[in-house]
């Protein structure tokens, strides 16, 4: 199963990210939409999860959960908006990974076998921070495979 993560869209989808997303069987969105009309374009691609950032206070999006907890291939993946909001050990929890936004800044760390993965940003350019969304790849019996893939923006 392949997932694309994105996050921090901020009301801007950009013309790059479908093009990243083809052939994905299901995006997540971390948080920071911005725009409901968002999501509905990435559905046409593959169906979406979506959790609300701190931007999403108001209108549809201020409706989305604040967390979200899949399970898929056997494995538990936890999603929030703000890494700095978790209140639980993800390794105690069983979780495989975390996912999370919110700073714009791509990263990929395990700690006690748990994948903390932040796709970046792929709405407004933030200061000098690249563009970006992230690819993750579940395979039964195999270690997650997380990808962040820098976009060229136009």
């Known amino acids: 199963m392949k997932l694309g993560v994105v996050s921090d ?4 989808l950009r013309p790059e990210v479908a093009p990243a997303l083809a052939g994905v069987d299901r995006i997540l969105h971390l948080g920071d939409v911005g725009d409901p ?6 559905e046409k691609i593959a169906p979406v999860t979506a959790i609300r950032g701190n931007i999403d206070h108001t209108g549809p999006c201020s409706k989305l959960p604040e967390t979200e907890v899949l399970l898929l291939e056997g494995r538990y993946l936890h999603m929030l908006h703000d ?7 993800p390794a105690a929890a069983k979780f495989a990974a975390v996912l999370s936004g919110h700073t714009h800044k791509a990263r990929i760390e395990r700690r006690k076998g748990v994948l903390y ?5 792929c709405g407004p350019r933030r200061f000098e921070l690249p563009v970006t969304i992230g690819l993750l790849t579940l395979k ?3 270690e997650l495979k997380a990808e962040v893939v820098m976009l060229a923006p136009s």
């Not at 993965?117 to 940003?121: E, H, K, L, R, T």
Request: charged share 15%.
């Open 9 to 12: 869209t901020h009301g801007l």
């Open 37 to 42: 009309s968002i999501l509905k374009t990435l």
């Open 83 to 89: 890494l700095n909001t978790l209140h639980l050990d």
């Open 117 to 121: 993965f932040n796709p970046g940003s």
């Open 140 to 142: 039964e019996n195999e």
